[in-house]
């Protein structure tokens, strides 16, 4: 059996985070790495993975280097869904399949009791339902007494859920050629062909199996779920420095901790998990690093910097910030007194400009930066605003609203210059200085 990986969609709700999800790090390995791991440890050898031509030399790179795996690519030329996902990989699927999306973070229980119902029954297909208490944006799941399908129904909209049974991107089919001719023969104008095509093998006689799962599950559609991400991993992590970690003895490194190769923190540096230090990062003096925040590799968190709850990508400075529950993107690096506000006046939830205003759920949430971005001194960043890529923010900018990529952000002066008529008294500073002597 072959689990195929889908990583050839584009997260436009991500924006201005403009990896692709899969590639994002946590604990130092991309997510499709982690999700390898898994499916390997479900005793899943052999992997088919379609990207697309942005990325698939970089996914070529990252499986050349696992052992132990057998990985077919290929390429899907347009992102057209999970349908077209499938029919760019047709004539490597000739086998039975489990399909999986990279991007949704799942326990192994998952793999596990997908396999397992597999050994007990003689479905055509089986989906991982999860029960819901509240609305998702994604496919749901009516099935009958005995949890075999009836209707699949994808972004039925708030107030429509035909059920609470969401449907988790990880299917196994038996029979995937019988699926392709479904697809092939689908005629509608949404995003919804492969949905449809299961609901035609159900309408066909096919029996589809519904499997429930009640294990953790994360999947990324918006940038804050990356929190959520990051919560469920060092949950899951136990607290390690690695041997060639460098921490002052004066320093605090208290709870679920984990340093990796190379962190140095420095003298009166706090660290309060759970919370992951990439490798080759500096925690400098009197800096403080807590409640669930992940800095990549490469960063220098300087001088009594706080970080709190956010997620930082790579290559990172810092220096006498604040950083509250903000999601930063790889090479940026801000000026002293930066400060990334994360709560409103009102505590309502934050909203973000995504297709309009959207809920992020949350009470707290700082910016969310692209790559490559810079602020001056003295600078603040508002809860939920988005930077966009290579751009910048200026001293005492204090940025209300979203700022699009390869942009500047500066206040106007208003000061003038003049002639400097003060003369300065050549004993002044020995003075003060024999003062402060005594």
Not at 43 to 65: A, C, K, M, P, Y
Not at 287 to 306: K, M, N, P, Q, W
Not at 349 to 358: E, Q
Request: proline fraction near 4%; include cysteine.
């Amino acid at each position: 059996m072959k689990v195929v990986f889908l990583c050839g969609g584009i997260g436009k709700r991500m924006f201005p985070i403009t990896e692709d999800k899969f590639l994002l790090k946590f604990l130092g390995k991309t997510l499709l790495e982690h999700q390898i791991e898994l499916a390997r440890k479900a005793g899943l050898t052999e992997f088919i993975i379609v990207g697309s031509n942005r990325s698939i030399h970089r996914i070529e790179d990252i499986v050349t280097g696992i052992e132990g795996i057998k990985v077919e690519l290929a390429v899907q030329k347009e992102p057209t869904g999970i349908a077209g996902a499938l029919e760019s990989a047709a004539g490597l699927l000739n086998d039975e399949i489990i399909v999986a999306s990279p991007n949704d973070v799942f326990g192994g229980s998952a793999y596990t009791g997908l396999l397992a119902a597999h050994q007990d029954s003689s479905a055509g297909s089986y989906l991982l339902g999860y029960e819901v208490n509240e609305y998702f944006p994604g496919g749901y799941l009516v099935v009958n007494e005995t949890n075999e399908l009836t209707h699949i129904i994808e972004k039925p909209g708030k107030g429509n859920e035909p059920s609470n049974l969401v449907n988790v991107l990880l299917h196994l089919h038996t029979d995937p050629q019988k699926l392709l001719a479904c697809i092939a023969n689908v005629e509608t104008d949404r995003d919804d062909v492969y949905e449809r095509a299961i609901g035609s093998t159900v309408k066909e006689g096919q029996t589809v199996k519904v499997v429930p799962y009640t294990g953790s599950w994360t999947p990324i559609k918006y940038p804050w779920h990356i929190f959520s991400v990051v919560k469920q991993f060092l949950d899951n992590s136990p607290r390690h420095i690695a041997p060639s970690a460098q921490v002052s003895e004066s320093a605090v490194i208290d709870g679920q901790v984990v340093l990796d190769e190379n962190v140095r923190v420095l003298e009166n540096a706090v660290i309060r998990g759970p919370v992951y230090i990439g490798a080759n990062s500096v925690v400098g003096n009197g800096s403080l690093v807590r409640s669930y925040s992940h800095i990549g590799s490469d960063c220098v968190v300087g001088f009594a910097t706080e970080v709190k709850g956010s997620y930082i990508g790579d290559g990172c400075w810092f220096h006498m910030c604040y950083v509250g529950d903000a999601i930063i993107g790889d090479n940026c690096s801000f000026g002293a007194n930066t400060v990334f506000a994360n709560w409103r006046f009102d505590e309502k939830n934050v909203p973000v400009t995504v297709d309009g205003s959207v809920d992020s759920g949350l009470d707290k949430l700082g910016a969310i930066v692209g790559d490559n971005c810079r602020s001056g001194v003295n600078s603040s960043i508002m809860p939920g605003v988005r930077v966009g890529p290579n751009s910048i923010i200026g001293a005492q900018v204090c940025l209300t609203g979203d700022l699009e990529p390869d942009s500047m952000a500066v206040l106007s002066s208003g000061y003038k210059t003049i002639r400097n008529v003060i003369k300065l008294r050549a004993d002044s500073a020995a003075g003060r200085m024999k003062e402060l002597k005594g």
